[in-house]
T-cell receptor
Framework: RKEVEQDPGPFNVPEGATVAFNCTYS??????FFWYRQDCRKEPKLLMS???SGNEDGRFTAQLNRASQYISLLIRDSKLSDSATYLC????????????FGQGTTLQVKP | GAVVSQHPSWVICKSGTSVKIECRSL??????MFWYRQFPKQSLMLMAT?????????EQGVEKDKFLINHASLTLSTLTVTSAHPEDSSFYIC??????????????FGPGTRLTVT
């Protein structure tokens, strides 16, 4: 079983749509959680951290369910510029800094 | 702030040759640098963690004699792919951590190096 699993997609949605990505992780000792965005042939960039209480940043909302070991990302009012691959990332222990990346979910927003 | 550069951005080499990739933190001292590899349509896989002045810690399945990592200063780490073969063709990305007061899982990624071995 992969340590971090995501539906690879692709998700093809029209502009303005709301889209949700899911992610599960296998290690219950995981401590920190993130969503990164990766554009084609580029490095990943941190989109947002994910907290147990849920957090929002503009059109983006992230949720964490530790009991189910499940993380989600909701994007509202999709823009063309949101087209990218979204990576679910988990850190096992903050003192090691080791990040475990999911395979990524590809989003294509069409006009 | 917190900019990380990599050089070269892409390289094509012949099978059997060695390739060195540099990772630099431009405006902060990186006590820890990480090296990742990403094959097409796959996730980033951590290859090794390097701390300045000490030997790198390699992930399971990564050959330390093939992927030589040197972290001689707080702003530079290098990855040398020795005797490269076509199966080593990949996107190699480094990240750096070590900003004061910032946990090491907050990493700043370099732009990556695309290696093609012919």
């Amino acid at each position: 079983r992969k340590e971090v699993e995501q539906d690879p997609g692709p998700f093809n949605v029209p502009e303005g749509a709301t889209v949700a990505f899911n992610c599960t992780y296998s290690n219950s000792a995981s401590q920190s959680f993130f969503w990164y965005r990766q554009d084609c042939r580029k490095e990943p960039k941190l989109l947002m951290s994910v907290y147990s209480s849920g957090n929002e940043d503009g059109r983006f909302t992230a949720q964490l369910n530790r009991a189910s070991q499940y993380i989600s990302l909701l994007i509202r009012d999709s823009k063309l510029s949101d087209s990218a691959t979204y990576l679910c990332v988990v850190n096992l222990a903050s003192n090691t800094g080791k990040l475990i990346f999911g395979q990524g979910t590809t989003l294509q927003v069409k006009p | 702030g917190a900019v990380v550069s990599q050089h070269p951005s892409w390289v094509i080499c012949k099978s059997g040759t060695s390739v060195k990739i540099e990772c630099r933190s431009l405006d902060f001292q990186a006590t820890t640098m990480f090296w990742y590899r990403q094959f097409p349509k796959q996730s980033l896989m951590l290859m090794a963690t390097s701390n300045e002045g000490s030997k790198a810690t390699y992930e399971q399945g990564v050959e330390k004699d093939k992927f030589l990592i040197n972290h001689a200063s707080l702003t530079l780490s290098t990855l040398t792919v020795t005797s490269a073969h076509p199966e080593d063709s990949s996107f190699y990305i480094c990240s750096a951590a070590g900003l004061a007061g910032v946990p090491s899982y907050e990493q700043y990624f370099g732009p990556g190096t695309r290696l093609t071995v012919t």
